[in-house]
């Protein structure tokens, strides 16, 4: 399971990068990120908000404020990037146990 989730964030990673590259110039720049909470928001709003009442709710305000929202303020990329290293790196670990 965390094999599919890396590779699943692999590929949100990529298209985020190819809807980056093809948009940015219709804008006028070279290169325009866009942020994971808008790359989410345009898959989802629903969802979004629901997860941030749902952070200042179980965890605190501060949480949502000052650790998940800076997060999601990231280019779709790089969020993407690091969850896919992150389930990666857990399914290697898992993996190293099963052994």
Do not use: K, N
Not at 4 to 15: D, P, T
Not at 29 to 48: N, Q
Not at 62 to 75: S, T
Request: proline share 4%; glycine share 10%.
């Amino acid at each position: 399971m965390r094999r599919f989730l890396a590779y699943l964030c692999s590929a949100l990673a990529l298209g985020a990068l190819a809807w980056d590259v093809w948009t940015g110039p219709m804008q006028g720049a070279p290169l325009l990120f866009t942020s994971t909470a808008e790359f989410w928001a345009s898959a989802h709003r629903g969802s979004l908000v629901a997860f941030g009442g749902e952070i200042e709710a179980m965890v605190s305000t501060a949480a949502w404020q000052e650790v998940v929202l800076p997060a999601l303020l990231l280019p779709a990329v790089a969020g993407f990037g690091a969850l896919a290293l992150l389930f990666f790196l857990l399914a290697r670990i898992g993996g190293r146990r099963a052994r």
